[in-house]
């Protein structure tokens, strides 16, 4: 039995009052055992629509362990290998010049290209809606949309020698897999895992599309300025290879079963599931260690791995604990809603012991 019957849903539920949350709280753990959902706060605050368990959460980067996902399929077919080479994988016209022709796709997903980002994750100062002040967030709908920002990024440092996080690095791969496909990113994803592990409420919606039970993306107050904002120009219109995918929490459970491995038999080989999960590097003050498209955080109890998202209006977590069993998907509608929320699942399930 995992540690879930013993988590103190009282602490949680206070934990909860005190953020105002807003989206999704979702743990499972062994088979059969009882799992637990709450809910809070609103979809839709100007229409009064409130978040329900089946509402779907854009989840920023989260879409990098969906697109980790996607290529080891890819790999499994023999369509792609870790170890290709990007700029084989390409027409000239999306080859960045400034790229070391020796970057692998496994280099790309496992942040360790050592090409330039789009967006500095290691400027603390740095506002990921500022990006979309300068180019119109409207005409981001699909990975190629995204070439202005990537094609004069210059190669920051060898490949392989360092891990740090990148995000224009995956949208690189998903060209990469629409060029050697022919076929646009999200059909390959819907093909290849939202079908197969029976994610039927994912997708990637445009957020000027009228789409059922979708939660609109918030950013509180600021201070000195009026009320709430959406993030409707803080972030892509659509989501893509490194973030923005719509997700509910019992489909992200189900994504990280089928990256586990407790998920549907034979949905990846047990050497691509390896590849995949790793870790095989690790940032520098070691607090992430990187699969190909999969984050591990945490020691001994806490020991997990699966991926984090923060956008303007949009953060998530999702999590396995391989050493206990337990999963935790936990969604926001809200910027930085998750982050605090899913800490302390953690606390109170080390409390909980197992």
Same mark, same amino acid.
């Given at each position: 039995m995992?540690?879930l019957?013993?988590? #103190?849903? &009282?602490?949680?539920?206070?934990? !909860?009052?005190? $953020?105002?949350f ?10 059969? =055992?009882?799992y ?34 996607t ?6 077919r023999? &369509?792609l ?13 999306w ?13 790309l ?16 100062d ?16 699909? %990975?190629? #949309?995204?070439w202005p ?22 949208v ?8 050697r ?14 079908? %197969? ?6 997708g ?18 600021? %201070?000195? &300025?009026?009320?709430?904002?959406t993030?409707?120009h $803080? ?5 893509? %290879? ?7 929490v ?5 994504l990280? #079963? ?9 949905? !990846? ?11 095989h590097?690790?940032?520098? #003050?070691?607090v ?6 999969v ?6 109890a ?13 953060? $998530?977590?999702i ?10 998907a ?18 109170l399930?080390? =409390?909980?012991?197992?």
């Amino acid at each position: 039995m995992s540690r879930l019957v013993r988590l #103190d849903r &009282a602490a949680l539920d206070g934990e !909860l009052d005190a $953020a105002e949350f807003s989206g999704v709280v979702h743990v499972v753990g062994d088979d059969g =055992e009882p799992y637990l959902t709450i809910v809070r706060g609103l979809a839709d605050r100007a229409a009064g629509v409130a978040n329900t368990a089946q509402t779907r959460f854009g989840v920023a980067s989260v879409s990098k362990l969906v697109t980790g996902t996607t290529v080891a399929r890819l790999v499994d077919r023999g &369509a792609l290998a870790w170890t290709d080479r990007y700029v084989d994988l390409v027409g000239p016209e999306w080859r960045p010049p400034g790229l070391d022709p020796g970057v692998t796709i496994g280099d790309l997903l496992g942040h360790t290209s050592g090409f330039g980002d789009y967006f500095d994750e290691e400027d603390s100062d740095a506002d990921y809606a500022d990006v979309w002040r300068a180019i119109p967030p409207g005409l981001m709908r699909g %990975p190629k #949309d995204f070439w202005p920002l990537l094609r004069d990024l210059p190669q920051i440092r060898p490949p392989r020698e360092r891990a740090v996080y990148n995000n224009g690095t995956y949208v690189l791969v998903g060209i990469a897999v629409e060029e050697r496909t022919g076929r646009a990113f999200p059909d390959v994803v819907a093909d290849e895992v939202f079908g %197969p592990l029976g994610m039927t409420r994912s997708g990637f919606w445009p957020l000027d599309a009228v789409v059922p039970d979708l939660a609109i993306g918030y950013l509180p107050p600021r %201070p000195g &300025a009026d009320g709430w904002r959406t993030n409707i120009h $803080a972030v892509p219109v659509m989501g893509g %290879p490194d973030g923005g995918v719509q997700v509910t929490v019992g489909d992200l459970i189900r994504l990280i #079963d089928g990256v586990s491995g407790r998920g549907p038999r034979g949905f !990846l080989s047990d050497a691509t599931r390896a590849e995949l999960i790793g870790p095989h590097s690790a940032s520098d #003050d070691g607090v992430f260690r990187f699969g190909r498209g999969v984050l591990h955080v945490g020691d001994g109890a806490s020991a997990r791995f699966g991926h984090t998202g923060e956008d303007p209006g949009a953060s $998530a977590r999702i999590w396995t604990y391989p050493a206990t069993g337990e999963r935790v998907a936990v969604v926001s509608n809200v910027t930085e809603g998750a982050g605090a929320i899913t800490r302390r699942i953690d606390a109170l399930l080390l =409390e909980a012991g197992g």
